[in-house]
């Protein structure tokens, strides 16, 4: 199957990826996802980091050439791709695309109308431009690493997703598609700095406006949404497994409260200084039964309290097999694309991407003769 026979929203628009790690490639691939021609640069010799290809799902929906950006006719193929792409992908630090000859400028004097986008960890300029860092050093800066976690413990994290993920590939996404769209209207491409700080500070918007009001602390583990609430945290069941309780508004906790049969003389909830003393009277309810009899008292109603499952456990949960949440494509199960299209789905239509596998494909399909029997 070549890139113009994908659907999807985004079919028809190319993509160049120079190869990376982290942010850089879940972008690529959502747009791939969503229809895109992705053609991934990948260089010669095995990646620094992350599993064998052919196990790397964010290279799903990709292409994949091979070119040696060091060698001297390199940057020049990189560049022919460019002449007939609309998104560029890189996650160099800040002045290395330059140094290998496929920067901003150099591209966009040979594509005027692209939108390079640019993903980067502090972003292409300040003090920490240049360190290296990953997701937990990016959210621990930007605050958001703190809002995580007990009161009288450490920050929590989920992986890589708040920060590499949530704050840098989807903020790249939408960058890039904003740019598209500009570009479509006037003809005039430009660069798009991701940067996980950024994109992590922007996620913390609405706190910033309650701290304002007076309505959040700056502290972790004390407010309404940290865990700090017992109507808005999880609970130890009898078989050492947990329940999710987010039960916020009042109508939902009187429903939660019916069904956990939490005694009559339970503080209330918004009864701030019993906080402690309705958590443990949750707690104890909680530790009464296994996961799978709280689940069974709760699934289908309003209490708003759902079971923590693991990520094998919710292939298997029955809302997300009713809609497809996840697949399974060569025996490999893995989430469906997201978000959904009626009138024009994407789809998983090619595994993986091996490194070069595309690049006689690729050179046909794009028309760039410089791809074809590279010496690389």
């Given at each position: ?18 190869a ?18 992705v ?24 292409r ?8 001297p ?16 992908i ?19 004097a040979r ?16 003090p ?23 009161a ?54 609405m706190?910033w ?47 939660f ?31 009464t ?25 919710s ?16 025996g ?22 091996l ?22």
């Amino acid at each position: 199957m070549d890139g113009t026979t994908n659907r999807g929203p985004l079919a028809g628009v190319r993509v160049v990826e120079l190869a990376g790690i982290g942010p850089g490639p879940f972008a690529a691939m959502l747009l791939a996802d969503l229809g895109a021609d992705v053609v991934r640069v990948d260089r010669p010799g095995p990646s620094p980091l992350g599993p064998e290809p052919g196990h790397d799902l964010t290279n799903r929906n990709k292409r994949s050439v091979l070119v040696d950006l060091k060698s001297p006719e390199g940057p020049g193929r990189v560049l022919d791709l460019v002449e007939r792409a609309h998104l560029l992908i890189e996650g160099y630090r800040p002045g290395v695309a330059e140094r290998l000859g496929v920067g901003p400028d150099a591209c966009l004097a040979r594509n005027p109308a692209l939108v390079y986008g640019r993903m980067t960890g502090w972003g292409q300029d300040g003090p920490l431009a240049q360190r290296a860092g990953h997701d937990l050093g990016y959210t621990a800066t930007a605050g958001v690493l703190g809002l995580a976690g007990p009161a009288d413990g450490p920050p929590a994290w989920a992986a890589n997703l708040l920060g590499d993920y949530a704050g840098g590939s989807l903020y790249l996404v939408v960058g890039l598609l904003a740019g598209l769209r500009h570009a479509e209207l006037t003809g005039t491409g430009q660069v798009v700095d991701a940067a996980i700080v950024d994109g992590a500070a922007h996620l913390t918007t609405m706190l910033w406006g309650l701290l304002g009001a007076g309505l959040w602390q700056d502290a972790r583990g004390v407010n309404l949404l940290d865990g700090g609430a017992p109507c808005y945290a999880s609970y130890r069941t009898s078989d050492g497994r947990y329940m999710a309780v987010g039960a916020l508004e009042p109508q939902f906790w009187a429903e939660f409260v019916r069904l956990l049969e939490l005694p009559a003389d339970a503080p209330g909830q918004f009864d701030l200084p019993r906080w402690p003393e309705l958590r443990a009277a949750v707690a104890a309810r909680f530790a009464t039964r296994t996961q799978a009899e709280w689940t069974e008292v709760f699934e289908g109603t309003d209490a708003c309290t759902s079971p923590v499952l693991t990520l094998g456990q919710s292939t298997a949960h029955p809302h997300l097999v009713a809609r497809g949440t996840y697949l399974t494509e060569g025996g490999v199960t893995q989430p469906a694309p997201a978000p959904r299209f009626s009138a024009t789905p994407g789809g998983v239509h090619r595994p993986p991407a091996l490194p070069g596998a595309h690049t006689e494909q690729v050179a046909r399909d794009w028309d760039v003769k410089s791809l074809q029997n590279p010496s690389s």
